[in-house]
């Protein structure tokens, strides 16, 4: 039994991650960039390992809910917008079932049907204008993306999975290492992470490599300066 169910699971999964790259992408680049300006703010401006800890653990646990919280609320929102405007429509077709039926036949003449066709279609839907709806919903979702069709909630949680994985990365070291260590390190894994996001935001994108590297690079160093300078104003 477990031979048969693992494999779907797996695979499950890996349509799910295919599906929710941008995401991802997303939400590593958010973690990473949020949280390495303020713990280089943090390393600026405190000589304590445990300061620096609780304030980048807490950052990221936060900034992770808020972008779960972000992605979910935007998707259903465009859900709800795709209802509202099915309504509409519904509603447009029955006030004026003939116009609708018209605008339509003459949207498919340029598709190269015969007359025939074309009168028989005009026939079927005149029968039930609404049909024109269904037929309009799946046009739509043909041009769906498999992304597109996926449930909200999953696109949240890699969302949050991702933007927390990042957002540790360069506060890890302040739970392992002594303070002087951690900060060499925290620099090092923060680089490190970068670089495979610079790569990983190439390969998807089809974005030259090397540019997209250092553009994701450049993004976090910004936000390290700006960081480490208000640490050392503060302090």
Same mark, same amino acid.
């Given at each position: 039994?477990?031979?048969?169910?693992?494999?779907?699971?797996?695979?499950?999964?890996?349509? @799910?991650?295919?599906? !929710?790259?941008?995401?991802?992408?997303?939400?590593?680049?958010?973690?990473?960039?949020?949280?390495?300006?303020l713990v280089?703010?943090?390393? &600026?401006?405190?000589?304590?390992?445990?300061?620096?800890?609780?304030?980048?653990?807490?950052?990221?646990?936060?900034?992770?809910?808020?972008? $779960?919280?972000?992605?979910?609320?935007?998707?259903?929102?465009?859900?709800?917008?795709?209802?509202? =405007?099915?309504?509409?429509?519904?509603?447009?077709?029955?006030?004026?079932?003939?116009?609708?039926?018209?605008?339509?036949?003459?949207?498919?003449?340029?598709?190269?049907?015969?007359?025939? @066709?074309?009168?028989?279609?005009?026939?079927? %839907?005149?029968?039930?204008?609404?049909?024109?709806?269904?037929? =309009? #919903?799946?046009?739509?979702?043909? =041009?769906?993306? #498999?992304?597109?069709?996926?449930?909200?909630?999953?696109?949240?949680?890699?969302?949050?999975?991702?933007?927390?994985?990042?957002?540790?990365?360069?506060? +890890?070291?302040?739970?392992?290492?002594?303070?002087?260590?951690?900060?060499?390190?925290? +620099?090092i894994g923060? &680089?490190?992470? %970068?670089?495979?996001?610079?790569?990983?935001?190439?390969?998807?994108?089809?974005?030259? $490599?090397?540019?997209?590297?250092?553009?994701? !690079?450049?993004?976090?160093?910004?936000?390290?300066i700006a960081?480490?300078?208000?640490?050392?104003?503060? @302090?």
């Amino acid at each position: 039994m477990n031979e048969f169910i693992q494999p779907s699971l797996l695979s499950r999964v890996k349509t @799910s991650i295919r599906q !929710c790259s941008g995401e991802i992408v997303f939400g590593m680049s958010d973690g990473v960039v949020s949280i390495f300006g303020l713990v280089a703010g943090m390393v &600026a401006g405190s000589q304590s390992g445990d300061v620096i800890l609780l304030a980048g653990a807490t950052a990221a646990i936060a900034a992770t809910v808020s972008m $779960m919280a972000g992605v979910f609320l935007d998707l259903e929102s465009e859900r709800d917008e795709a209802r509202v =405007e099915a309504k509409a429509r519904a509603a447009e077709i029955k006030n004026d079932p003939q116009g609708a039926v018209d605008k339509l036949i003459g949207d498919l003449k340029g598709t190269g049907l015969s007359q025939q @066709s074309l009168d028989a279609i005009r026939s079927d %839907l005149q029968k039930d204008p609404l049909a024109i709806q269904k037929f =309009e #919903d799946a046009v739509a979702a043909e =041009e769906e993306t #498999d992304a597109q069709k996926t449930s909200p909630v999953i696109h949240a949680a890699w969302m949050g999975i991702a933007d927390f994985i990042a957002a540790m990365t360069p506060v +890890i070291p302040f739970i392992l290492l002594p303070l002087e260590q951690a900060k060499v390190v925290f +620099i090092i894994g923060t &680089a490190v992470l %970068l670089i495979l996001l610079g790569i990983g935001r190439a390969i998807l994108g089809e974005r030259p $490599m090397l540019r997209t590297i250092l553009e994701t !690079c450049a993004i976090a160093a910004a936000a390290a300066i700006a960081g480490a300078l208000v640490g050392l104003l503060v @302090s």
